[in-house]
Nanobody, 117 residues
Framework: QVQLAESGGGLVQAGGSLRLSCAPT????????MNWYRQAPGKQRELVAG?????????VESVEGRFTISRVNAKNTVTVYLQMNSLKPEDTAIYYC?????????WGQGTQVTVSS
């Protein structure tokens, strides 16, 4: 069963940067979008950023201009990144990688991002 392997979370001071990465452990066919969600304590999971097959990106308003999502295609695999700059304490959350195909939704286990003030 294909899983999503995430890395790059951690503890950073406000104003700092982190880069998250996510790659499937196997081949996923017909990927439509690759996304990053986050869930802060006591809050609902929200879509932070997404990138389509064609490279179109979208962001939640609170991260516009600070976060950048990108994807790198290679033979039989793809990696999605989330570059996070100018981090704020309110960005603290568990960040989840998500891959959507026409039939399935794949989720990573999540990586903790903590921003100290």
């Amino acid at each position: 069963q294909v899983q999503l392997a995430e890395s790059g979370g951690g503890l950073v001071q406000a104003g700092g940067s982190l880069r998250l990465s996510c790659a499937p452990t196997g081949v996923i066919f017909s990927i439509n979008t690759m996304n990053w969600y986050r869930q802060a304590p006591g809050k609902q999971r929200e879509l932070v950023a997404g990138i389509s097959r064609g490279g179109t990106t979208n962001y939640v308003e609170s991260v516009e201009g600070r976060f950048t999502i990108s994807r790198v295609n290679a033979k039989n695999t793809v990696t999605v990144y989330l570059q996070m700059n100018s981090l704020k304490p309110e960005d603290t959350a568990i960040y989840y990688c998500n891959v959507k195909t026409a039939r399935f939704d794949y989720w990573g286990q999540g990586t903790q991002v903590t921003v100290s003030s």
